[in-house]
């Protein structure tokens, strides 16, 4: 399996938690930003996605 950088661990450790704090699904996650639910779990579960979608999540969940 592809490893992910720590960065990027460190970012889907803060998505986790915005997403509980709020109590939002990863459904209601890719809904709020327009993909498909595979999208979000490709990318919480195995680091695989866009910069474009972080972005939106980033923007979504108000992370920095």
């Known amino acids: 399996s592809l490893s992910m950088t720590p960065e990027l661990q460190e970012w889907i450790c803060k998505v986790r938690v915005e997403l509980e704090r709020k109590n939002l699904t ?15 779990s490709d990318l919480l579960n ?14 979504f969940l108000n992370i920095k």
Do not use: D, E
């Open 46 to 59: 195995y680091g695989k996605g866009s910069q474009k979608v972080i972005n939106k999540i980033n923007a």
């Open 26 to 40: 990863r459904t209601k996650l890719a809904h709020g930003i327009g993909v498909s639910k595979p999208v979000i």
